[in-house]
């Protein structure tokens, strides 16, 4: 979605969107890559709720958690061309952290609200558990960035009080 788009919707300007047929597919498929995502990692998952930053407009839902870990670590369930019939795109090699730039960000935004629940570790990372059109089953390691956590809760800031508040 574009900046606009979000804009509109937070500021109630157009209905909040429905999910699409593959968003759809992404949520009944979600637990089956949760449970890949466990055996790749030998460890059990533990189901997160929706978080709210204490800002009071940051909120993230990680679909689960690996807190037994070392260290722990957020995971996330996705799928990526399966409907359309072509090959996924911007996903790299399974094990590295070359994900597309919207996963990448997605993730970030998971560890910066996550950094300020007191009842939650410091997370190092994200496990993206992925499947993928014409590849299959893939684990993605996405190392923890600070510069890039940072650098996503200023722009969240500046879209928040630039465009939505206003």
Do not use: C
Not at 113 to 134: C, K
Not at 138 to 155: C, G, K, Q
């Amino acid at each position: 979605r574009t900046q606009v788009d979000v804009w509109a919707e937070l500021t109630g300007r157009v209905p909040a969107r429905t999910l699409g047929p593959a968003a759809k597919l992404g949520s009944y498929l979600e637990i089956g890559l949760l449970h890949y995502a466990a055996d790749q990692l030998g460890t059990t998952l533990t189901p997160d709720a929706m978080r709210e930053h204490p800002n009071g407009w940051m909120i993230a839902n990680a679909d689960a958690l690996a807190l037994d870990a070392a260290p722990p670590l957020v995971v996330e369930a996705k799928s990526s061309g399966v409907l359309s019939g072509r090959a996924a795109e911007g996903w790299g090699e399974p094990g590295s952290a070359e994900v597309p730039s919207y996963v990448l960000v997605q993730t970030h935004h998971q560890l910066a609200v996550r950094d300020t629940q007191e009842d939650l570790p410091r997370f190092e990372g994200v496990i993206v558990s992925a499947i993928l059109g014409g590849r299959g089953l893939a684990l993605y390691r996405v190392p923890r960035s600070d510069e890039l956590v940072e650098a996503i809760t200023e722009a969240e800031a500046r879209f928040w009080h630039d465009y939505v508040l206003p």
